[in-house]
Each structure stands twice: as C-alpha cells, then as structure tokens.
C-alpha cells in the first residue's frame, strides 16, 4: 500500500490543513506512515511565525534530502507559511523538493498528487477517514490587520472568507462522521465575512452553525480585540453550544508598544473589553497572547505587560520571545533588546502565568465538570471542559466522542485530573 508522512508545526489553522491533507491523500488511496523513509508522499506543512520555528522547518527539510537521494520516486512536498508567492529562492535552496504549495492550498497539492497517479482530478473526502471529535474549521484565510512584527498576514495574504453556506455544509459533514465539537479559525476570525458581498458576520456564522443537530460544542479564534463587536460577545452568550472560552491576544500592556506593534487598541480599550465579556459572560476563560523583548521595550513597559497579566488573570498565556522576520515593518526597527534579556522576560512571564493559572485551576479542585472526551493517551481519556481545560481520567469504559460528568480531584496550571461521576 502506498504511505504518506505528514509532518506539521505552527498555528491551528496548519493542523486544519493537515486534517484535511491526510483526508484527501487517504482518499487517493494512501495510509499514514510515522516514518518517511517509507514513504510514497512527504509534506512538511510549515510555520515560519518565529526564527525558532523556522530554524525547525529547514532543519527538517534538511533531513529529507537523503531519503529524497535514496527514493527520487517519492514526492517531497513544502508547504505553509515558509512558502512565498515567489518560489524561486526556494527552488535554488532545496532543488530535491518536488512541489511548494502556497499555505492552505491543500486542493492544489492533493490535485498535483492525483495527477501524478494519474487518478481522479478532484478528490472526494473519504468516507472512511475518522474525524477528531474536536475539529478545527478554517473560515477564512489571511488578515487586513497590518501588525508590523506579523510575517503570517504576509505569506497568508489579504482576509479571504469562506460564504456561510460552504462553512455549514463542511461542519454538517464533519458531525455526520462523528466530530461533536467544531473551533471556526481565522488569522483575524471577528472579521469573519467583512469582504463577502453581503457581509456576514461572525455572530451570524455562530448562529448557522449552531442550529446543526448533532454539534454540541462550537469554538471559534483567534479573536482580534480592535474587532470583536459586541454582536458577538452577546452570541457568546445567548447560544448554548458557544463555548465560555475567547483567545483575545493583548501582545503587550504598554501602548507605546501596542502603537509601535500597530496594534489599532489601547490598554484601556482592552480592560473594556474584557470588562464587558466578564459581565455578559461570568464563567467565560480568556486566553491571550504576549510577545516580550519587542524593539525599544523596556524593563518599565515589560514590568506594564506582567501588571496587566496578575490586573486581568487570564485563564492561559501564550508567550514568546520577538523575533524579527524579514519583510514586516518592525524588522526595520533595532532589535535592541539582547537574546538573553527576551528569554529572561518569556521565563518571568511563563511563570507568573503558572501561578495565576494554577490558582484558577485549583478553584475546580472537587467540583464536577463536564468534559467532552476525545481520545484515550497513555491509558487515561483525555478530554476538555467549556472552558478549554484539559482533563484526563482513568476508567475502563469507551468514552471517545462522549461528554463526561468528571469530579477534579487534582489540578495544575495546564491540567487536572479526576474520576467520573
Ligand atoms: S491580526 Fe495582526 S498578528 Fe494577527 S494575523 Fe493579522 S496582522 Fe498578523
């Protein structure tokens, strides 16, 4: 049987990708394999966000060339965000690989492959390939917003939304093959059909994709806080399968910096917001995003960023040191703060969050929750509640795909554990 090896780093919207890659190279006939030297298709799905992650992807690539050298007949396939418009530097870099595919052009490279075969020119989902119980579905590609550290909004292009309609058809499938939670992606997803004609809203999305029998949970990011219209916050709220969980990216809790980053909010509209979103919706998790050691920050516009992280106490931090990426407008900026000095403000910012974390996780410690389970690791389910808290438990029944009634008998700041009720 022909195999294929998928290899996938970065942001969700890849894992999107990967899913719907692997559907449709199943489709065509191939198997997954963990080892590429067997196999017949290799993808590497990218993500060039950070130096670190794109150190990681060449790194990779580099790894493939003897297998390549071995096996000419295997096709080697570079795809996602370390793929420009304009291939040819790639080309002259890493002349074995066989085909660049531009981020999310999944169809392209499944039509290269069926072509290649000489099979169908479209593919048809396989009707076989088991969805995640949770599944992630890209609404829209690229981003208007002009961040000038983001290099994604560059490689992804201008925002591109999917029509509501194909959005519903697509999860209607997906709970047909058992998937029961469904998270709507987007670079910038509050600004969800703001370049279709008759400009549907992320509200209105919620409210379609809702209506679907047999979903019961509905998740959507990543939110961006200059657009999350109050339409949407009082979705959140009235629409029982919308989870109480938002990613609303803060990046900085200085507005010098927030302006320099061109980020279109200051702090105070910030606090606003969530003022807001915690008053509509009392149970809702707030997750964010940071990135310390941005050109000029100093040690008192740091120290602003980790008083506004213990003044608002997400639920989950996503921090990362800057690094700059060529073509965005902050990598004209001096990168003046040292490598050593970003990673000492990524560790304080890491633990500070594994503080508040786990003392709003610990609130949970003997209450019941319910979680949607969604495999089993190492034998313990493994499964979140609403609010995107993981939790693992042992038990000798099948709980894939089903919601569980939990009592936490132990938590941390990234996990709890328990025993079903
Ligand atoms: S909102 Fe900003 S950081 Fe996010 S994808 Fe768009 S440009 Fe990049």
């Known amino acids: 049987m022909k195999c294929y090896y998928l290899w996938t780093i970065g942001c969700q919207m890849n894992d999107a990708d990967s899913r719907q890659m692997a559907e449709g190279l199943e489709s065509l006939g191939y198997a997954a394999t963990r080892r590429p ?50 291939t040819s530097s790639l080309q002259q870099r890493f002349p074995y690989v066989d085909l660049f595919v531009r981020p999310s052009d999944t169809e392209s490279l499944i039509d290269f492959i069926a072509s290649h075969n000489g099979t169908a020119d479209h593919w048809q989902p396989a009707s076989s390939f088991q969805c995640p119980v949770s599944c992630y579905v890209p609404v829209m590609y690229g981003c208007d917003h002009l961040c000038t550290y983001c290099i994604v909004r560059l490689r992804r ?24 939670e469904v998270t709507l992606l987007g670079q910038n997803v509050d600004a969800y059909g703001h370049d279709l004609p008759d400009q549907p809203t992320l509200a209105v999305l919620l409210e379609a994709v809702h209506e679907i029998d047999g979903l019961w949970r509905l998740r959507f990011l990543t939110s961006h806080p200059a657009d999350m ?151 313990k389910w493994r499964g979140r509640t609403r609010t995107n808290k993981l939790v693992f438990f042992e038990d000798e029944r099948d709980w894939r795909g089903k919601l569980a009634r939990v009592q936490i008998t132990w938590t941390g700041p990234w996990s709890m554990q328990g025993s079903p009720v």
Do not use: W
């Open 157 to 180: 292009g201008r925002q591109r939304s999917k029509r509501p309609a194909e959005i519903v058809d697509e999860v209607q499938c997906l709970v047909e093959r058992r998937t029961r």
């Open 229 to 379: 219209a109050n339409e949407l916050i009082e979705a959140v709220a009235d629409l029982p399968k919308v989870c109480e969980y938002l990613e609303i990216p803060i990046q900085s809790g200085d507005d010098k910096i927030l302006k320099r980053m061109l980020r279109r909010y200051t702090i105070a509209q910030y606090r606003e917001l969530v003022a807001k979103i915690r008053e509509r919706i009392p149970k809702v998790a707030l997750a964010t995003d940071v990135i310390v050691g941005f050109p000029g920050e100093t040690e008192k516009q740091f120290m602003n960023t980790c008083d506004l992280l213990r003044e608002i106490r997400f639920d989950v931090v996503h921090v990362a040191a800057y690094s700059p990426r060529p073509g965005t407008a902050a990598c004209r900026l001096p990168d003046d703060v040292p490598p050593q000095e970003k990673e000492r403000r990524r560790k304080a910012v890491e633990e500070l969050q594994k503080q508040i974390a786990g003392e709003i996780n610990a609130l949970l410690l003997r209450q019941a929750v319910e979680v949607l389970v969604e495999e089993r690791h190492k034998g």
């Open 37 to 86: 030297e067997e196999a017949d298709v290799i993808v590497l799905n990218t993500c060039v966000v950070r130096q670190s992650a794109e150190d990681k992807v060449y790194g990779r690539l580099s790894s493939l060339k003897p297998i390549k050298q071995k096996r000419p007949e295997a096709i080697l396939a570079l795809m996602g965000c370390a793929v420009e418009e304009d």
